[in-house]
């Protein structure tokens, strides 16, 4: 199984609020998992990445969760403000392609209103 | 230092037409992936390219095609354009040996 489902679609949260992307994969081999965050008319830029390895990694105000027993891994933005308002996508890729074949979630449309 | 560069940002094709897209990735950089956005299918891998070869390819039919330069740039080509080909097209660099992937701006691509 490549795939790596990503949810909610959307996500509506206060400035200060804490919203929660939650992303489950399927398959073991899978070692590597970054966050991108992508905003209209640009590119993806690498946000937080996480490995199997390691349960939670912070980066300011970001946060990876990482559950290797259930294969599902969450991010946290802490303080959200509205220039956080983008598109985010979840990824992984395989060791033996590490960083050159990543498989995304669909991606979460999240809004911060002021 | 640069970041990952796509040439032409927008193209509008018709269908049955050819077209090629061009990336120059950041120096130094000899891994160059191409990815397909659509907001029905999302990001979907088209293939990777290193040092010339092609070393990984997505489930794209045969009408996709890439190619890499010894200066690292690359191109990918699309014959025989379909509606359904109409999409962002990224590309995006890294460097021998690290996970991380920096993504152009991407070629918007329309076709009628």
Redesign the interface.
Known sequence: QQQVKQSPQSLIVQKGGIPIINCAYENTAFD?F?W?QQFP??????LI?IRPDVSEKKEGRFTISFNKSAKQFSLHIMDSQPGDSATY?C?A?KAE???????????TQLTVNP | KAGVTQTPRYLIKTRGQQVTLSCSPISGHRSVSWYQQTPGQGLQFLFEYFSETQRNKGNFPGRFSGRQFSNSRSEMNVSTLELGDSALYLCASSLEGTDTQYFGPGTRLTVL
């Not at chain 1, 008319?41 to 690498?46: D, E, I, M, Q, V």
């Not at chain 1, 392609?97 to 991606?107: A, W, Y």
Request: glycine share 20%; no cysteine; aromatic share 16%.
């Open positions: 590597y970054p991108y008319g640009k590119g993806p830029a690498l990445a996508f990824a890729s392609t590490s960083g050159s074949r990543l498989t995304f979630g669909e991606g």
